[in-house]
Antibody, heavy 118, light 107 residues
Framework: QVQLVESGGGVVQPGGSLRLSCAAS????????MHWVRQAPGKGLEWVAVIRYDGTSKFYGDSVNGRFIISRDNSRNTLYLQMNSLRPEDSAVYFC???????????WGQGTLVTVSS | DIQMTQSPASLSASVGDRVTITCRAS??????LNWYQQKPGKAPKVLIY???GLQSGVPSRFSGSGSGTDFTLTISSLQPEDFATYYCQQNYNIPRTFGQGTKLEIK
């Protein structure tokens, strides 16, 4: 069955860096666009970034643009999010999401918690 | 960016009630609209895709309708397990945007 398993979350100081990973299985990863979506404690869902299925295009939300980098390794079926210059407002559960096409249902991981605090 | 406005923000209802949640987009998004259910501590679960497509395994009491800018999620007869928070999301363009959520509580 389809699985997306995020890892790499934890506690980091403001200004620090963290790299999240998302391991995919049960579907053809290399044909799916992949997103990161986050949710601050007690808040709603916020889209963070997307990468095209072949890695040739990437887009970011305004709040992370210039600080976060999305990437993928299709040979390892893995999605990444490099997070730099972290701020307290980046504290959230980060979900990876696989999307075959806009008109089809997507797949979500269970999330990994990032806490930015001194 | 496309703004998604959900209403109501919260809703109190009883088991067996019919419930409707609405979502309005700030510009046309055709039928590129998903509905999600989220329970505390869990990932969102897709209920409806493409505005009206029922995700496999989702009970038929859930239905979605609409196109263009106005959309609805209807639960025909509330069950105890349906009390959760519901989100709409447009996947018409980037950035993807979500509604602010509707918290469905037991009356």
């Amino acid at each position: 069955q389809v699985q997306l398993v995020e890892s790499g979350g934890g506690v980091v100081q403001p200004g620090g860096s963290l790299r999240l990973s998302c391991a995919a299985s049960g579907f053809t990863f290399s044909t799916y666009g992949m997103h990161w979506v986050r949710q601050a404690p007690g808040k709603g869902l916020e889209w963070v970034a997307v990468i095209r299925y072949d890695g040739t295009s990437k887009f970011y939300g305004d709040s992370v643009n210039g600080r976060f980098i999305i990437s993928r390794d299709n040979s390892r079926n893995t999605l990444y999010l490099q997070m730099n210059s972290l701020r307290p407002e980046d504290s959230a559960v980060y979900f990876c999401v696989g999307e075959k096409s806009s008109g089809l249902p997507d797949y979500w991981g269970q999330g990994t918690l990032v806490t930015v605090s001194s | 960016d496309i703004q998604m406005t959900q209403s109501p923000a919260s809703l109190s209802a009883s088991v067996g009630d019919r419930v409707t949640i609405t979502c309005r987009a700030s510009q046309t998004i055709s039928s590129y609209l998903n509905w999600y259910q989220q329970k505390p501590g869990k990932a969102p679960k897709v209920l409806i895709y493409g505005a009206s497509g029922l995700q496999s395994g989702v009970p038929s009491r859930f239905s979605g309708s609409g196109s263009g800018t106005d959309f609805t999620l209807t639960i025909s007869s509330l069950q105890p397990e349906d009390f959760a928070t519901y989100y709409c999301q447009q996947n018409y363009n980037i950035p993807r945007t979500f509604g602010q959520g509707t918290k469905l509580e037991i009356k």
